[in-house]
């Protein structure tokens, strides 16, 4: 049963306080030199608590789509000789056995530094480096909050490959500290707060018990994740709970079935809001056209992937 039928054949009663759902079918009549596009279904599911919409139409991805090699195996990297070519950052050098801290050259928070792996190459990474570089990550989280207790909104984001827009190919975490929360999070935060004043209920929990209906979820000790019904671009994964149980088996499955860059967002901790992200798969590497169009900048996401077809093969 694919994704429509299943959303019509769960409970409606939470499904619809979260989520708003319209269908379009389309047979064009014209497009016979192209049988595989002639019958399409469209599928728009708007996220009413977050203000978040996406469209869903798996006949995007038959589209012919421009590539090349790109041979960037080799070059020279910075973070590979880290102690001695990277800046250290307020707290000096923090460092354990798979990772070591750097300040970012360009900042864009009040404290922002770099989780750098030991390893250059993404494939030699082990989950043992991953809970690692996420200790070290956290270490660096509460020596900044001692530094400065004003600072409230702390994330960690991995963006993984030149097409999710790293500037170094070498595998390292980005760890932001604010001492502001910024809009977008204050937003949802506030929705939260109102969806829980409202149904006596918890957004994330009615949202997984949504997704664990249509069979689009894994549930580990201390993480919950569940694909989203409302993706930023192909393939996102939500989570909660901590990352070091268990996200590792997640993007090995990921990186199985075919994700080849990402960005992973993960919100440690503000006021209200703490421990949940984003994980989005960003496309393969040689593709040379952007995935994000003038609609997804300015209006809503498009995307071809199948929760339930993506959930059989990362999930099972
Ligand atoms: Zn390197």
Redesign the pocket.
């Known amino acids: 049963m694919g994704l429509r039928e299943k959303i019509k054949n769960i409970n409606q009663e939470i499904f619809q306080r979260i989520f708003e759902v319209r269908e379009i079918n389309l047979d064009l009549e014209n497009f016979e030199s192209f049988p595989e596009f002639q019958k399409q279904e469209l599928l728009f599911i708007k996220d009413k608590i977050l203000g978040l919409e996406a469209i869903f139409n798996f006949s995007r991805k038959k589209r012919p789509q421009p590539r090349t090699e790109t041979k960037i195996e080799n070059e020279p990297?910075p973070?590979?000789n880290a102690h001695n070519l990277t800046p250290i950052d307020e707290l000096g050098r923090l460092e354990n056995e798979s990772a070591l801290t750097a300040a970012n050259l360009s900042k864009m928070a009040d404290y922002h530094s770099l989780i750098i792996f030991k390893k250059?190459r993404f494939t030699e990474l082990t989950e043992k480096d991953f809970i690692e570089a996420l200790n070290l990550a956290q270490e660096w989280f509460e020596k900044i909050k001692e530094l400065d207790p004003r600072i409230f909104t702390q994330i960690l984001i991995w963006n993984y490959h030149y097409r999710a827009a790293a500037s170094i190919l070498?595998p390292h975490f980005q760890v932001l500290a604010f001492k502001e929360i910024p809009q977008r999070l204050e937003d949802w935060q506030k929705r939260i707060e109102d969806y829980q004043e409202k149904f006596r209920s918890d957004y994330f929990a009615d949202y997984f018990q949504v997704a664990q209906e249509l069979g689009i979820t894994k549930s580990f000790p201390n993480l919950k994740a569940w694909l989203s019904l409302t993706p930023f671009k192909e393939k996102t994964v939500f989570f909660e709970g901590n990352l070091k149980n268990d996200f590792w088996q997640i993007l090995e499955k990921l990186i199985q079935n075919g994700t080849q860059s990402f960005n992973l967002f993960y919100l440690y901790r503000t006021t209200y809001l703490k421990n949940f992200g984003f994980f989005v798969d960003r496309g393969e590497i040689n593709k040379i056209n952007s995935d994000f169009g003038a609609l997804e900048i300015f209006g809503l996401p498009v995307v071809s992937y199948d929760p339930i077809e993506l959930a059989g093969l990362i999930f099972s």
């Open positions: 990297d973070f590979c250059h070498h």
